[in-house]
Structures are given as C-alpha cells and as structure tokens.
C-alpha cells in the first residue's frame, strides 16, 4: 500500500508532515511518498531514523498558500505538491493521498483530477465524532457551503456505506440534522431532505438536533457544509475549552491531587475519546480516489492517524463501494432530479406534487 503525503501542506510543513509520516510507516507498515520540494523534505527527513522504512520523495516545484484561492492555484499551479500528490492517485503510482494544505485546493484538484464518482454531484468532507456510545460520522463538514437537496440525499448514502463498511457499523442510523425532531420543523431544505429520505431504503430516523450529536442518537448525521462545519468547530472548541478547564481545576486542588492520581487513567481515556488527533483526517467522500484532508494545525500523532485512515479507506475499497451503492439508489436520486430540487426551493407547487407522489408510491 502507497500513500502520498503532500509534505508541503499545512502550517507546521514540511516538519510535522514528515515526522507524521515517518511514524506512520514505522507504525502502520504502509509506503509513503512525500510529495513536495525535494531538497527542503529531504532535508527534514534525515532529522528521524527511516532505517527499514519504505519512504521515498516526489518532486514538485510548487506549493499551495493556505490564504490563497483555490480556483487560482489549480490553474497556475500545475506542479504544486498537492496537484502532484493527487495525479499519483490518478496514475495509480498511489492508492491515496493526504494533505493538511488547502482545503479548497484539495477539493478542487481531487475534483478537476479524480472527477465525482457516477451519481455524485458534489463530494462531501466526512468526519468522525466521539459520543457517548461510541462513535459518529457526520458530513458534510465543510466541502459544500451551498447545497440543494438531493446533494444531502447523496450524503446520507455515502455517510451510511462509510459507516458500513469503514466503522464496521451493521446497519447504521442516519439522522438529518434540523432544529427540532418533529418533520415539520426545518427549512425548505431539511424538510425536502426528510421527505425524500424516509421513503429511501436507508435505516433513516428522521430528524435530529443539536444535542443528540453527541449523545449517540444516530451512526450517520447529515448535513450541509455550511451547518457541518460550524458544528465541527464548535465540538473542537468545546473539547479544547474542557480539557484547559479541568487541568487548571487539578492543579487547583493542592493536597487533593493525591485523588486525581487514581482517577487519573480514567482522565486519560476522556481526553483521547475527544481529542480530534486520534481521528486524524477526514475523507473526501464522492471522488474516484482515495484523498483525506487535515486540519492545517495538525499536531504530529493527528497527522500519523491521518495517514492510517487513508490506509483504512484503500483496504476497504471505500470509493468502489459508494460507486456500487449510488447504482443502487439511482431511482430515488433520478426522481428527485425529475422533480427539479430548485423548483422546490423557489416553492413550484408543482414540482412539490410530483415528487410527493413518488416518494407516497415508494413508501406503499
């Protein structure tokens, strides 16, 4: 297994991203390729121990601002690290890359490159949240900031085949998350969601709130970008925000810390439930390719997992199962498109009345 790794990527490049990939393959066994200026990576590389480890360097002769526009650098920057990364996906020279670089340009190029799997319109950034059951996958998280609704329909079935067969979830819950549990409540969008979703044959529970993301109410949660991503903020904030408060109440505690001692194993096994490191990347759900993206502060051991969940996506060969899963519901995407989801948005009564009365015939 090859993983290309676009070494220049992220705010702590290339020395984080390297000393992430150097424990991953001393770790996890699998081949890195580190894509990115050969001479300033190699530089990096010689700072760790690779002795019987399987790394090697890609040139490219350019990289990706994290500030800069993801339109213009897939145009202009041919020979970026992750445009190159992401042909060696193509080539197959690689079965996945990861990045901690742009995250527009990282869509954009896996797009442009890769194109959408038949039946995808629009990828989605998938992610994992702990809770108190376990864990949760909750997408789109970002990649998508305007969605219609048969882009929240295609979410829902690649969220529920992810869980499936990458979390090992029998038959995963998914849930749309709204701002009350009862159909009626949502915007025009959510509700065409909910409509379309319920007569789907996905195990769907309808709607979900705010607070039953963590409270283990669903395996799948569905969402557009825009809600996706300021929820996912929030949650790292919180956690962030929880772990200072309960250090600085430890070190408050003067003779009593001989009490946090013994509970402290079960502080440790908290903070790695939450803590975002040990989920390491999310995919890009909906390409025809392998392609995880980071958070751009990636700490080391976040960048080292990210790395493993490529791994996972390849051996469980994640994109050729959505493929095979969007064949499967081609008739309620087909109708959706029929109807015309704008129509629905702009209220063409219409259009409403017809895919009502599809969604009633494939219920009965």
Known sequence: MKIAVDAMGGDFAPERVVEGAVLAARNFGMEIILVGDEAKVGEELKRHDTSGLRITIQQASEMVRMDESPVEALRKKKDSSIRVAV?????????????????????????????????????????????????????????????????LVQFGIMGELYARHVLGKKRPTVGLLSIGAEDVKGNELTREVLRVMKSSPLNFIGNIEGRDVYNGAVDVIVCDGFVGNIALKISEGVASVMTQVLRQEIESLGWRKIGYRLLSPAFQRFRKRFDYSEYGGAPLLGVNGNVIISHGGSSVKALMNGIRIAAECVQHSIQKKIAAGMLEHEGVMRDMKEAGSLAFQQGDEKAKGMMSARCEKREE
Do not use: C
Request: glycine residues 8%; charged residues 15%; proline residues 6%.
């Open 87 to 151: 042909n060696l996906v193509k080539e197959n020279a690689a079965d996945a890359m990861l990045s901690a670089g742009n995250t527009g340009a990282v869509m954009a190029t896996a797009q442009f490159v890769l194109r959408t799997i038949p039946g995808v319109d629009r990828p989605a950034i998938a992610t994992v949240l702990p809770n108190i059951k376990g864990i949760s996958l909750i997408l789109d998280v970002g990649a998508n900031v305007d969605s219609r609704p048969h882009n």
